[in-house]
């Protein structure tokens, strides 16, 4: 992935890249002619999906083996791979088990297999930043808005 600076005709290199807490990611790139930077941010679930396909975001910056180990999780197949529960986001978050709707669950058997661990991973970090102790189709619209998912 490239960006040019169409002022200079010009492949602006990469500049700088930020990971805040929240999952975002921010990638600065710069014109080497005329100092043009331009951001590329990325919402949460286009973080991960970036991520889990082993993208080099800005060449080789990124370090390979966390993403290896994504992508082999998700090679497998495994609808669990991301439900490790070990580490909350956030210190004041519930730290109970986040319990999930019988429609919540028929909803999330419609995402996609390779990707609905991470999916139902992202709402459960969010259920659980916010002290929600169970997810309904309500609270997966709320999460989406909330988390710039729209359709998704
Ligand atoms: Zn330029």
Known sequence: MKFLCLACDQAME??????????????????????R???MLANPMETQLVSSLGIKVGGREVPEQPLELVRSSLAEGRPDA???????ANP???QGPVTWSDDAVQRLSHVPTF?????KRIYTDYARE???????PEIMDTARTDLGLEGM
Request: proline share 6%; glycine share 12%.
């Open 14 to 35: 990469f500049a700088e890249r930020q990971l805040p807490g929240d999952g975002t990611l921010a990638a600065v790139f710069g014109c080497p002619t005329c100092g």
């Open 115 to 119: 990707v609905r661990g991470m999916v």
């Open 37 to 39: 930077e331009i951001a």
């Open 82 to 88: 991301f439900l490790d529960d070990s580490a909350p």
């Open 130 to 136: 916010r002290g929600i102790e169970r997810i309904t």
């Open 92 to 94: 004041s978050a519930v």
